[in-house]
């Protein structure tokens, strides 16, 4: 039994007992290597903190979204209930109840003044930085110096403190929520996921990766269990309005068919206008977007269980097996996460990345 001592940075030492002298050194160098995460994202949630607050105070504020998004919250808290008559500079509400509620404390809050508002967002946005470096220093994903990569995105630091988007808010939720799910908190993390949606439905590109999770790590009727609790939220915080105008809330707040402005698409401006917003292109990038999802399910998320049929246990059973059988191919909570705590995390993300590409959206920038 070898002793291995190390530093940790703090003058701490590290003590390890190994079964060798190379699986000790080995398991010394991973603590260490731990640490070393730990104290750099300490390090950079300061230096951001201080970096994005220098943003505030010397760049200008882009005028996007804020004057409507505090017109829609004054037509709410003067009573309307009905969606079709919530509008704002740049035409009618189009997200969720949750996005309401949220930008009315924010209001509150803020008086909605543009620069109360810009400190406010300061705030979410180290502390979403927060849980996305909690995130990956719980995996073996990137190597500690690589965490400084996640400060410097120039759009996301556009979109948290000069635009003050709702997907700042979307995002930390779905943050929280992957926080959760890495602790197989399953039931909780839908939670904040269902309320990631109701700020914005965009988030929904997470759900077939995560879908695809919970049938690894759940049984299906803890899946069916957790997506009943996530349905919940959505009708208690829709409640209101399905109460008075439901079928203006569900066609505008959940609206598929919303056709996007070409002027403000990122990823397409090479396009057309007139192809941008055409149904023709709308069915080919719907295509492509299904395609890699299956082909990303087969050969990337389920590789380890030689497929997504085999995966969810269904692959050459009889009918009277399938469900006997199911729980047993599941891998089990420990199982999934000795072998697929990197899958937790970033399978989602991938999928996320793909999807915001084809619909045009800045939504892939988080990432």
């Not at 919250?73 to 740049?90: C, I, K, M, Q, S």
Request: glycine share 8%; aromatic share 14%.
């Amino acid at each position: 039994c070898v002793c291995v001592w190390g530093g940790c940075g703090e003058g701490i030492p590290v003590l390890l007992f190994a079964m060798g002298t190379r699986h000790g050194v080995a398991e010394a160098c991973h603590y260490l290597g731990k640490r070393k995460s730990t104290s750099m994202a300490c390090l950079l949630l300061l230096l951001d903190c201080l970096f994005t607050s220098a943003i505030v105070a010397r760049v200008p504020y882009t005028k996007i979204d804020w004057d409507a998004y505090m017109s829609q919250v004054t037509g709410f808290l003067g009573g309307e209930r009905n969606y079709a008559n919530l509008r704002g500079d740049t035409g009618p509400l189009v997200y969720p109840a949750g996005f309401l509620y949220i930008y009315t404390a924010i209001a509150y809050v803020t008086g909605g003044d543009v620069f109360a508002g810009q400190v406010f967002f300061v705030l979410l946005y180290i502390l979403n930085l927060g849980i996305v470096l909690l995130i990956y220093t719980r995996i073996d994903v990137v190597p500690w110096w690589a965490l400084c990569l996640l400060c410097l995105s120039k759009r996301v630091h556009s979109i948290f403190v000069l635009r003050l988007f709702n997907d700042c808010i979307a995002m930390l939720l779905v943050h929280v929520a992957l926080a959760f799910f890495q602790n197989n908190k399953w039931n909780v993390g839908m939670i904040f996921f269902s309320f990631a949606v109701s700020v914005k439905m965009n988030i929904l590109l997470y759900a077939p990766a995560l879908l695809l999770l919970m049938l690894k790590g759940m049984t299906f009727k803890g899946v069916a269990m957790a997506l009943s609790t996530a349905a919940l939220v959505q009708i208690l915080l829709g409640l209101p309005f399905l109460m008075s105008y439901p079928v203006e809330y569900i066609t505008r707040a959940f609206n598929l068919g919303r056709v996007f402005i070409h002027f403000w698409s990122v990823n397409f401006k090479f396009v057309p206008g007139e192809v941008f917003v055409s149904k023709e292109f709308a069915m080919i990038l719907l295509v492509m977007h299904l395609s890699l999802l299956l082909i990303f399910a087969q050969y990337k998320w389920c590789r380890h269980e030689g497929g997504i049929l085999s995966a969810l246990g269904l692959h050459a059973l009889p009918n009277g097996d399938k469900t006997s059988h199911t729980q047993d191919i599941i891998p089990s909570t420990e199982s999934l996460r000795s072998c697929h705590s990197r899958l937790r995390t970033l399978t989602a993300e991938r999928t996320f990345i793909v999807c915001p590409f084809f619909s045009g959206r800045h939504l892939s920038q988080f990432l």
